[in-house]
């Protein structure tokens, strides 16, 4: 075997190439430390669930999830003592069974005489550390406080601890009747169907998405979802609702049918949602300029001749000419990175002296910019469209932003929600909508950096877009989500050449049920949690 060859085997396939290796008196000499040392970190390797990912595998194709254990695979074999490691999500992108692996993984590191001190969300990680440290009690300005600290038992009690409360009253399934997925007859539900999808692990697999429901598609760490969904899906459905016309020439896969009952298709990620200062929720989800002409009608912006173009910090006119509405100035540090301080001339309030002097219910332009979507809903209880907005925005768990607040200090987790908002606020859903018309959603791993009280309003908002008769599949691994989808698409068994193909699909209850199903034997692990719970 050349060295080339030796890089293209699977890490289980390198670790039994090794195991079988005969070798003479003079070779077991010169070879025996080096493969101990090399047996060794392939076994770590293989502890943290890594057994199927290739020696030459490019590190740019390798999943969050991936990356992460693979640098605990490192200080695994490192064998240090007395080291901190902090680690911020360390289950992000990870399996329920890939997860136990990982937390077995870390307490071996923590008896090490070493501290670890993990940022998690995760509840079987949190169940399993010595002590927890819970801030809150709210978001952004309502949090930085510590609630509750000490035992699992001490956070359990503890009637301010949020985190504690959804440890005791765990989310119960379903929370909302599910929409039935019925396969044949004058009634049966819209489909969308991929047949001959091939790419990377997925050889020839066909698949079927019921329209005008919530989707999950499941499986273990590296079993080929984000190639299904994003890499497949997304831009053959793109193609086809774009050019129906030329919709037959597709690229990864031999056939694509019932597309013609989605209007659009659409990817609600957690990328940023602007990048400059100027940008912020209130101009991204789109009532900001409801709130301009509200300023606009008033009587002293009617005496003075000014129009609801006054009111933007994105034109000039009445922005700050000093900061050109950012509210911030940069200041050039020569060989250091620029620093962003606040204007001194508006004091952040974005707009001049002029504009700032108009005043709706004896506030500012300025002064609503600085409300948070609390505040706001009450101060725009009179203006449907301005409010309706500002309610979603609070029944997602934002009500702690500010209207004004710049983009790029926006989470990944606030971004995406955001962005749900803006399309709620888009399709004022209406419950009983033809199932099968509309958006398709695709959401990959929605619920990293969210909170378990976040979840649960995540669900709520993923429930309203479907039944507002849109599709939206969700690439996910919490139980909770999966637990509350109408059809799962569970693909596995394994990871690697191992994956890539359809092990179950079904309702939650049937996928629970399932033999060979990695999810349906973690759902059913679930569930009789929350029954014991």
């Given at each position: 075997q050349s060295i080339a060859d030796l890089a293209g085997l699977s890490v289980a396939e390198l670790a039994a190439f090794l195991d079988k290796l005969k070798r003479s008196a003079r070779e077991q000499a010169i070879a025996d430390d080096l493969l101990k040392e090399i047996g060794g970190r392939l076994q770590f390797l293989e502890r943290v669930g890594l057994a199927y990912l290739s020696l030459?595998?490019?590190?740019?194709?390798?999943?969050?999830?991936?990356?992460?254990?693979?640098?605990?695979?490192?200080q695994l074999g490192s064998n240090l003592r007395g080291v901190c490691y902090v680690l911020d999500e360390p289950t992000i992108g990870l399996h329920p069974r890939d997860n136990r692996l990982l937390l077995d993984a870390l307490s071996e590191l923590g008896q090490g005489r070493n501290t670890l001190v993990v940022v998690e969300h995760d509840e079987e990680t949190i169940r399993r550390a010595d002590h927890v440290l819970d801030l809150g009690p709210g978001a952004g300005t309502r949090g930085g406080h510590v609630v509750a600290a000490g035992t699992m038992a001490e956070i359990l009690r503890s009637p301010d601890s949020v985190t504690g409360r959804c440890l005791r009253e765990p989310m119960q399934h379903p929370a909302t009747p599910r929409r039935p997925v019925i396969r044949r007859g004058a009634n049966a539900t819209p489909m969308l169907e991929l047949a001959g999808v091939t790419l990377h692990n997925l050889r020839k697999v066909d698949v079927e998405l019921p329209l005008g429901r919530l989707i999950a598609l499941t499986g273990v760490s590296g079993s080929g979802k984000s190639t299904l969904a994003l890499d497949v899906l997304r831009p053959e459905l793109e193609r086809a609702v774009a050019r129906p016309a030329k919709s037959k020439k597709l690229q990864f896969c031999t056939g694509l049918a019932g597309s013609d009952n989605i209007e659009r298709v659409l990817e609600v990620d957690q990328t940023p949602i602007g990048k400059t200062p100027r940008s912020c929720p209130a101009t991204y989800v789109g009532f900001w300029d409801a709130i301009r002409r509200v300023f606009a009608g008033t009587t002293e912006a009617g005496i003075r001749g000014y129009t609801a173009s006054r009111f933007s910090f994105n034109t000039s006119g009445g922005r700050c000419p000093a900061c050109e509405g950012q509210g911030l100035r940069t200041v050039e540090m020569n060989f250091l990175p620029d620093v962003k301080v606040l204007c001194d001339v508006c004091k952040g309030q974005r707009f001049d002296a002029e504009t700032l002097s108009i005043r709706w219910r004896e506030r500012s332009i300025g002064d609503v910019l600085a409300m948070n979507v609390d505040d706001a809903v009450e101060f725009f209880r009179s203006h449907?469209?301005?409010?309706?907005?500002?309610?979603?925005?609070?029944?997602?768990?934002?009500?702690?932003?500010?209207?004004?607040?710049?983009?790029?200090t926006l989470s990944g987790g606030e971004a995406q929600r955001i962005k749900l908002v803006t399309e709620l606020a888009r399709i004022r859903p209406i419950p009983g909508a033809p199932a099968g018309k509309g958006s398709f959603y695709i959401l990959d791993e929605p619920t990293v950096g969210l909170h378990m009280a976040d979840v649960e309003r995540l669900i709520t908002v993923l429930h309203r877009l479907a039944d507002a008769g849109n599709t939206v599949l969700v690439v996910e691994h919490n139980l909770d989500?999966?637990?509350?989808?109408?059809?799962?698409?569970?693909?596995?068994?394994?990871a690697g050449p191992d994956g890539g193909r359809i092990v179950a699909a079904g309702s939650p209850a049937a996928v629970t049920g399932h033999k060979t199903s990695r999810t349906g034997a973690e759902l059913a692990r679930h569930r009789e949690h929350r029954h014991d719970a």
């Open positions: 030459d595998r490019a590190a740019p194709t390798l999943s969050g999830g991936e990356t992460q254990r693979l640098r605990l695979a490192a449907a469209s301005i409010c309706h907005a500002l309610e979603l925005l609070q029944e997602v768990g934002l009500g702690y932003l500010t209207l004004g607040q710049q983009s790029p989500v999966i637990a509350e989808a109408d059809w799962i698409i569970d693909l596995g068994p394994e």
